[in-house]
């Protein structure tokens, strides 16, 4: 007993750490969601929570079920690979309510540019141009029909 005489200032710390770690219980207890640990390291709800976010896409299948005359455009054409959102962008409003959701122009200047912009870091069979010098300044699809965009030896569309 003795060897504690002196020792309050010991328990006083040690009571502290108590407090601490009560205080920690009762915030862990609050700020951790109820679903944690549920299946694992995570939240269980997250995964009902993401399956529930709103579709922004609708799908390339969508897209040619009604422009099938787009579609047939851009199937005989360079661009028969690229699907209709990558370059129209999300589209699942419009293609629910297609009358009263009309999709927004594209400017061609960025959405070609973003593909096309030679760069090293590209295969080099990938059609690529530097966009300033190719069109000095006129519209891409002046030129080129953004559906099927390779000109003809000709030169016309
Ligand atoms: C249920 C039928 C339907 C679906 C599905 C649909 N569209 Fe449309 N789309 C229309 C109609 C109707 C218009 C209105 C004007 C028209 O006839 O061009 C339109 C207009 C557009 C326009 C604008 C044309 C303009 O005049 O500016 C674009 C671009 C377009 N759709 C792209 C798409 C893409 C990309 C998809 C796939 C995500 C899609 N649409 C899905 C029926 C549909
Ligand atoms: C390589 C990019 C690209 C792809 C892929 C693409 N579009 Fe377009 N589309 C454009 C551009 C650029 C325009 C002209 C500017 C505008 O109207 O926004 C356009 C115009 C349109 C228009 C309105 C004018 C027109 O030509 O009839 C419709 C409708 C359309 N696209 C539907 C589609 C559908 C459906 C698909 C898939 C089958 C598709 N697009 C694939 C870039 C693209
Ligand atoms: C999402 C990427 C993407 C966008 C955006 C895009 N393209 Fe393409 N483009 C491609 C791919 C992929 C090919 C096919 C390349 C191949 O055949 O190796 C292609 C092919 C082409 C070709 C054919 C070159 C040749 O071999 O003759 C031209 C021209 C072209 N694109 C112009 C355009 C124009 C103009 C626009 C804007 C309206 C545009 N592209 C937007 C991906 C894109
Ligand atoms: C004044 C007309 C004109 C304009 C504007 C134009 N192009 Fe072209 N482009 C051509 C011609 C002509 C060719 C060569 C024929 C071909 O390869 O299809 C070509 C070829 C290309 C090629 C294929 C290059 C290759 O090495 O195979 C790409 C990619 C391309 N253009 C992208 C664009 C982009 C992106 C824009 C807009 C920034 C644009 N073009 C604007 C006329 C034009």
Redesign the pocket.
């Known amino acids: 007993m003795n060897l504690f005489k002196d020792a309050g200032h010991l328990f006083r710390f040690a009571g502290l750490f108590v407090i601490a770690f009560l205080v920690f219980l009762i915030v862990r207890h609050y700020i951790v969601p109820k679903t944690f640990g549920e299946y694992g390291h995570y939240r269980a709800a997250a995964i009902t929570e993401i399956a529930a976010h709103p579709i922004a896409f609708a799908g390339h299948q969508a897209c040619v079920d009604c422009h099938t005359d787009v579609q047939d455009t851009k199937a005989k054409g360079k661009h028969a690979g690229v699907n209709c959102e990558a370059c129209h962008g999300p589209l699942a409003k419009h293609a629910a309510d297609p009358t009263n959701v009309i999709p927004p122009k594209l400017d061609?200047?960025v959405l070609?540019?973003r593909c096309?912009t030679a760069s090293a870091a590209k295969p080099k069979d990938f059609?690529?141009?530097d966009?300033a010098a190719?069109?000095s300044g006129?519209?891409?699809e002046?030129?080129?029909n953004p559906h099927s965009?390779?000109?003809s030896a000709g030169?016309a569309k």
Do not use: E, K
């Open positions: 061609t200047a070609c540019a096309h059609p690529q141009v966009p190719h069109s006129v519209a891409c002046t030129c080129h965009p390779a000109i030169g």
